[in-house]
């Protein structure tokens, strides 16, 4: 596994720094990384891998990892070789839920006076297709996170949860927005009224997950899926997402319309162009993002 790392520091494969100092760079703007490790994955390097690596904590996603997940973000937005990102944990948890210790002592002032949690958002504004791979606990806010992903592979043993209510409080980052859309009124309102947990095959059952792999098989398999989208091209997979996107906010009639127009736009890219020349040429398309 090849990652951007400090001299003298070893990552192993399990993600777990020989180092005190959980310290490492990023090739994204020189940004160095406590809470995550990026990489780019793929025959071609064109998948970007951001995992969550606060392994002590089950991932507890603090808000230093938060912006370093934003700051990844960025900097995978913004390379021109990079065509679909997967975010994952590890094996024994995707990430059990926003840091409860950070959050334990906070007040209301803070929480609204700050604007708290307002920069999770970022991971649902990236134009590039996102992938969770979610192995273990996908709980709270870590549920959320793997919901505002585009697509959410589970391993065999994911377990997916909306326990805040357990903690006197709701979930605060679309969880009852996202997973009623995703798996509907009643059960949606059933795991956030008690905070049971479904596994990987009811989350499969019910829509929430597209598909379900030994653990060891995630991570491969959400990088195939991202190989798959980056070959495409990206200008019209932007325009793909956003238009599924908008079928959670929008009429049918309105979702539609900017369905249409957004169809029509592909007419003014090359790539629209190669795609229907090579379909007719029996030829496999080169697209170029433009
Ligand atoms: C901070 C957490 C944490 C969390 C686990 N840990 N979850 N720390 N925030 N969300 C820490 C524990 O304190 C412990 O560290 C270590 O991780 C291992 O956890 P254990 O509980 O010892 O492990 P286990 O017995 O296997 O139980 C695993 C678990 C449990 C079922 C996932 O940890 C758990 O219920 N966690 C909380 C899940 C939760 O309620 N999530 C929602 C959070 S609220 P130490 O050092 O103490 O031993 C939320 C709000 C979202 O997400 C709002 C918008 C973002």
Known sequence: MKLYRRP?????ETGSFRSFLHCWFCPHAGAQYEYI?????????NVGLIQLNRPKALNALCDGLMKEMGQA???????????????TGSDRAF????DIKEMQNRTFQECYGGNFLAHWNRVSTVKKPVIAAVNGFALGGGCELAMMCDIIYAGEKAQFGQPEILLGTIPGAG????LTHAVGKSLAMEMVLTGDRINAQEAKQSGLVS?????????????KCG??????SKLVSAMAKEAVNAAFELTLAEGSRLEKRLFHATFATDDRREGMTAFVEKRKASFQDK
């Open 37 to 45: 490790l990026v990489d780019k994955r793929g025959e071609n390097k």
């Open 95 to 98: 990430a059990a839920g926003a």
């Open 227 to 232: 190989e798959k989208i980056a070959a495409n």
């Open 211 to 223: 598909k379900v792999y030994p653990v060891d098989q995630v991570v491969p398999e959400a990088v």
């Open 8 to 12: 003298g520091r070893e990552l192993t």
């Open 73 to 87: 973000l960025d900097g995978f937005e913004t390379d021109g070789d990079i065509g679909a990102i997967v975010i």
């Open 175 to 178: 969880g009852t927005q996202r």
